[in-house]
């Protein structure tokens, strides 16, 4: 069993809600076998286009965005390996927004029967797709929080510390592969405005930028002028059904 976890990004999700069983773990992979390969900056389906599919992320960065009618874009969702992009929009006909990569990327479509199968068969896989869509409604929200009430300073460091906890890494240096225009339209704010912000960041000690990479030198100091609270970050296992 543990050379099936391994393969597969989303059975290694889906182990952090419960201990899953052989018949539990064939059918995720289920979802996981017509691979293919996209571009970075590309889209993987169109805002507004037939909600038809979703998406297994195997490897590589994505995200979830809104073009305004002016040009202006609204970054609602980043998605990393294991996550599944269209949950969110699973009662609707047309997409309510646009799947883009970050980077290259490694992602298997499915249609949206399978979900339906998966339900079918096994309760308490239903149990956690209901856990993760919690989990990214509450990410959702503290977007919102995030971009209405905090300063451009609070923001970026919130942003930082979450892709910190999110990514699992001990290291205080990740890769965050999203350019300042790219991150100003998941904050709301201008690249301009970005790039004086990470400024204020680096002279306060809190962190180093350069090129993508971040490397926190104070993640104390992040946490605590950007009020960030993980709490939102942690669904209750314990809610799913047991074996």
């Known amino acids: ?10 059975v290694h999700q889906f182990q952090k809600f419960a201990d ?3 018949h539990e773990i064939r059918l995720l992979q289920g ?10 900056d590309q889209p993987m389906a ?9 998406f297994t992320l195997q490897s590589g960065w994505a995200c979830a ?7 202006q874009r609204q970054v609602l969702d980043i998605f990393l ?23 290259q990327v490694k992602a298997c479509p499915f249609p949206r029967q399978r979900l339906t199968d998966i339900f079918d068969q096994a309760p308490r896989l239903t149990d956690i797709f209901f856990l993760i869509l919690a989990r990214e409604q509450s990410m959702l929200i503290e977007r919102v929080i995030n971009i209405g ?7 970026l460091a919130h942003f930082i510390v979450e892709m910190k906890v999110r990514l699992n890494v001990e290291a205080d240096k990740f890769e965050l ?22 400024k204020v960041l680096r002279d306060e000690g809190l962190l180093d930028s350069n090129n993508g990479d971040i490397h926190i030198l104070d993640l104390e100091g992040l946490i605590d002028i950007s009020g960030f609270d993980r709490n939102y970050l942690e669904s209750h296992s314990n809610w799913a059904r047991q074996d």
Not at 65 to 70: A, Q, S, V
Not at 149 to 155: G, L, N, P
């Open 1 to 10: 069993m543990s050379l099936l976890l391994a393969e597969s990004c989303i």
């Open 20 to 22: 899953l069983n052989e």
């Open 31 to 40: 979802l996981e076998k017509n691979l293919q390969e996209f571009e970075a």
């Open 46 to 54: 169109i805002e507004g286009g037939k909600a038809e599919r979703f």
């Open 65 to 71: 965005m809104r073009t305004l009618t002016d040009g």
């Open 81 to 103: 390996p294991g996550q599944i992009l269209g949950l969110r929009e699973i009662g609707f006909k047309h997409n309510l927004s646009e799947f883009r990569t970050l980077t």
């Open 149 to 155: 009430r905090r300063s451009a300073v609070e923001r």
């Open 177 to 198: 592969p999203m350019n300042q225009t790219l991150i100003g339209d998941t904050l709301s704010l201008s690249s301009v405005h970005v790039s004086r912000t990470f």
